[in-house]
């Protein structure tokens, strides 16, 4: 599957030069790759989350509804999913293991839900255990609500703090004037919650009237990329923007990140949503994306196999096809590199426990990053 209509042709055209690259000076192509891709899992249409499960392991979701189990070259489809609401970017999304993954077996997913009263469908996390090539056990954890036709913006990246909370991203559903800045309603939001559903009792609206107890940050467009700093221990998110403004932020307790009151993007007509890129009570981002990449995963680098890299942020550009590496210093993007060029859309990056990387790439497979 490879949609785009999120992302329309008209959009990208303008961010690319009659050579077919991007207009964005700021980015830099190594003169000779420290790496090569090895294509280990092949065939992938849409792998939107992967985790990797002792004795070399990879579990991917399919986005089209599918859980797909790879080991030594054989592929296991696993059974027995939840319903999954299919609409749009919406399916089968991100999976998660729980840090004590060995000792207790629990597997966490986000994906498109329809269960409710409305027609159309909201994000749901759930977990569930491994059996037998099955999943059981099988818990809901979160539902957004309300339910909505419109299948853009479910977020639904899944993260554990060194605390052992999870955290968990549900975008703004398109309705952007709405939902974002109202804590009364979901979407727009990153939430956290205990690894068994409850909800932490020190959660910054816990005891705020009609507010959605879950959420832990607000202001968000579209989150598709969450992932705990290694050296910190902060939990960073990137973000869709519209026109531009995509945005990479760190998730603090409680904070706004001002979507759309305040932003660096436009409408993709080309319009303004707002004169505002900044505003009391609002964060700005660590970095933002201007042509927008469309970024989706992401990772940090803290494995020796890749010395130059280490503390270095890996994102995915869905809009360029390519792999952005981002040096950081004192928590600042200081410089942009482009890795695997033109190699396809790429959905999803993570750092494995062997150390590696792993790139998944829309209509191709699963990539280890092999240093030379």
């Known amino acids: 599957m490879k949609k785009r209509a999120l992302y329309p042709y008209f959009f990208v055209v303008l961010l690319f030069d009659a050579c077919g690259q991007t207009t964005d000076k700021n980015i830099t192509t190594p003169l000779t790759n420290s790496f090569t891709a090895s294509l280990v899992v092949d065939g992938l249409q849409n792998p939107w989350g992967m985790v990797f499960l002792p004795n070399g392991k990879i579990l991917t979701t399919e986005k089209a509804g599918k859980l797909l189990l790879f080991q030594n070259g054989s592929k296991t489809e696993i059974t027995n999913l939840p319903n999954i609401y299919v609409r749009g970017q919406g399916g089968f999304l991100d999976v998660e293991l729980h840090p004590n993954y060995n000792e207790n077996g629990w597997i966490?997913?986000?994906?498109?839900?329809?269960?409710?009263?409305?027609?159309?469908?909201?994000?749901?996390?759930?977990?569930?255990?491994?059996?037998?090539?099955?999943?059981?056990?099988?818990?809901?954890?979160?539902?957004?609500?309300?339910?909505?036709?419109?299948?853009?913006?479910?977020?639904?990246?899944?993260?554990?703090?060194?605390?052992?909370?999870?955290?968990?991203?549900?975008?703004?559903?398109?309705?952007?004037?709405?939902?974002?800045?109202?804590?009364?309603?979901?979407?727009?939001?990153?939430?956290?919650?205990?690894?068994?559903?409850?909800?932490?009792?020190?959660?910054?609206?816990?005891?705020?009237?009609?507010?959605?107890?879950?959420?832990?940050?607000?202001?968000?467009?579209?989150?598709?990329?969450?992932?705990?700093?290694?050296?910190?221990?902060?939990?960073?998110?990137?973000?869709?923007?519209?026109?531009?403004g995509d945005e990479i932020n760190i998730v603090e307790k409680g904070k706004n990140y001002g979507w759309p009151v305040i932003t660096y993007g436009i409408n993709y007509s080309g319009t303004k949503i707002t004169d505002q890129t900044a505003k009391s009570g609002m964060e700005q981002p660590v970095y933002q994306w201007t042509p927008s990449i469309a970024p989706s995963g992401m990772t940090f680098v803290s494995s020796e196999n890749y010395p130059d890299w280490q503390g270095s942020l890996l994102v995915g550009s869905l809009a360029f096809q390519y792999l952005e590496r981002l040096e950081l210093k004192n928590g600042k993007v200081v410089r942009r590199e482009k890795l695997l060029d033109g190699l396809g859309r790429v959905r999803n990056v993570r750092q494995a426990p062997d150390g590696f990387i792993y790139v998944a790439v829309e209509g191709k497979g699963i990539y280890r990053l092999d240093p030379k």
């Open 108 to 244: 966490y997913f986000s994906y498109s839900s329809s269960e409710g009263n409305e027609s159309g469908g909201n994000t749901a996390i759930i977990r569930a255990k491994l059996v037998a090539n099955q999943l059981t056990n099988k818990e809901l954890l979160y539902k957004g609500v309300p339910n909505t036709r419109k299948g853009q913006h479910w977020g639904s990246r899944l993260e554990f703090d060194d605390k052992g909370y999870l955290y968990f991203s549900i975008g703004d559903r398109g309705n952007r004037d709405v939902n974002p800045q109202d804590i009364t309603r979901d979407g727009g939001k990153i939430y956290r919650i205990h690894d068994d559903g409850r909800i932490p009792d020190d959660n910054p609206f816990i005891d705020r009237k009609g507010a959605k107890k879950a959420i832990y940050s607000y202001g968000h467009r579209n989150p598709q990329g969450l992932v705990k700093n290694p050296f910190t221990g902060e939990i960073w998110n990137h973000e869709h923007g519209p026109r531009g």
